[in-house]
């Protein structure tokens, strides 16, 4: 079991930054790929960034990259999703998800993970 606890979200103007973080427990963090999702009121649950168990490996939305980086820190049992020149449409209630997995590649679809946060609401404003 891991449970997940995200914090960082925020109001923030046009083109501003904020970073999230997401706590987990668990002995065996570093064996876990871990996400980012993002949920606008009205619009399904969608795909943001993706780190592997070793954070050697990511995947980003295209809507976000270039924008967004997700790292973690396996000693601390983090993961954290910089976010960079943010756009009103950016604005979601955004969630931490893993998923046991030791592959070279994380995992992209919300369906794929196992455990999930409670969310933090992010709110950009133009």
């Known amino acids: 079991q891991v449970q997940l606890v995200e914090s960082g979200g925020g109001l923030v103007q046009t083109g501003g930054s904020l970073r999230l973080s997401c706590a987990a427990s668990?002995?065996?963090?570093?064996?876990?790929?871990m996400g980012w999702f993002r949920q606008a009121t009205g619009k399904e649950r969608e795909f943001v960034a993706a780190?592997?168990?070793?954070?050697?490996?990511?995947a980003y939305a295209d809507s976000v990259r270039g924008r967004f980086t997700i790292s973690r820190d396996n000693a601390k049992n983090m993961v954290y999703l910089q976010m960079n020149s943010l756009k009103p449409e950016d604005t979601a209630v955004y969630y931490c998800?893993?998923?046991?997995?030791?592959?070279?590649?994380?995992?992209?679809?919300?369906?794929?993970?196992?455990?999930w946060g409670q969310g933090t609401q992010v709110t950009v404003s133009s």
């Open positions: 780190i592997n168990w070793s954070g050697g490996s990511t």
């Open positions: 998800a893993a998923k046991s997995s030791v592959r070279t590649t994380a995992p992209r679809g919300a369906r794929d993970f196992d455990y």
């Open positions: 668990g002995r065996t963090f570093s064996s876990y790929a």
